[in-house]
Structure formats: structure tokens, C-alpha cells
């Protein structure tokens, strides 16, 4: 089994944008169209970096500049995705009640994730989990 490739490519509709692939016509898709529409963000120089991937873009509003997704995200692994973010909110030092309250909206998409066609129930739970974070930031970022 091979992995999963970030690259680079222009579909005619959408400059040269974000794309990854796992090695089949299906699952080669864009993943974000950083300049919308037909303008290109141009991404370059990959490096994965702990979860992460590091790539500079150029979205024609900020110029070039760097950009960071989480490697599961950007590879399209839902499970590893949320499982890296519980992990990274269970680091953050909470209170243990909004800890918990945010782990149990992750424990409950990730399980979503298991059922056949969970993946909107899997959507809404981290959806819940956002308005939380919303809800106890001091000030949205």
C-alpha cells in the first residue's frame, strides 16, 4: 500500500492549487482551493514536520506566505485527524470540565466515523466541539 502524495496541479478551473492522492483517479482530488477561483496560490516546498505539513502559498490577498495543515487532514484521515486534535486539547491545560466536555464532542465524531454513512454525524459533532471553542475563547482567532 502506498501513501498518500501532496502536489501541486492546475485542473484548468482552479490554477495551480493543493492536490493529493492516494494512487487511484477517485481519490486524487483538490484539497483547497487557497487562491479561489481561476487565480493560483502556487503551493511549494512540502515538509512534514511532527503531524504537520508546512507548505508556503500564496492566497493574493497576503502574499506568499506559510501555511501548516495537519498531515492527517490534508491527507484524508478523519480518525488520526481528530485523535491528533484530542491530543492537543488534553496538552492545552484546561480546566478538566471543559477538557471533557471538549475530549467527549471528539470521543463522539470519532465514533461517528466507525458507522457506515456516520460521517454527518461525525460533522456535526465537531461542529459542537467548534461552537465550545468559540464559546471559550477569549477572542476569536
Sequence with gaps: M?????FQADD?????????????EKGTVLVQ???????SSSPSGFIAFGNRIIFT???????????IGRGAILTNQPERA????????????????IERSLTA????????????DGDSAAIVALED???????QS????
Excluded: C
Design 57 to 67: 502559498a500564496d492566497d493574493r490577498i497576503n502574499g506568499r506566505e506559510p501555511w
Design 12 to 24: 484548468g478551473a482552479h490554477g495551480v492549487e493543493l492536490w493529493r492522492s492516494d494512487w487511484t
Design 82 to 97: 481528530i485523535r491528533d486534535l484530542r491530543d492537543e486539547v488534553k496538552a492545552l491545560g484546561l480546566t478538566k470540565g
Design 105 to 116: 464532542k471528539l470521543d463522539v465524531a470519532t465514533e461517528a466515523l466507525t458507522r457506515q
Design 33 to 39: 482551493d487557497i487562491a479561489p477561483g481561476p487565480r
Design 2 to 6: 502506498y501513501g498518500v502524495l501532496l
Design 129 to 135: 466541539f467548534m461552537k465550545e471553542v468559540n464559546a
Design 138 to 141: 477569549p477572542k476569536r482567532i
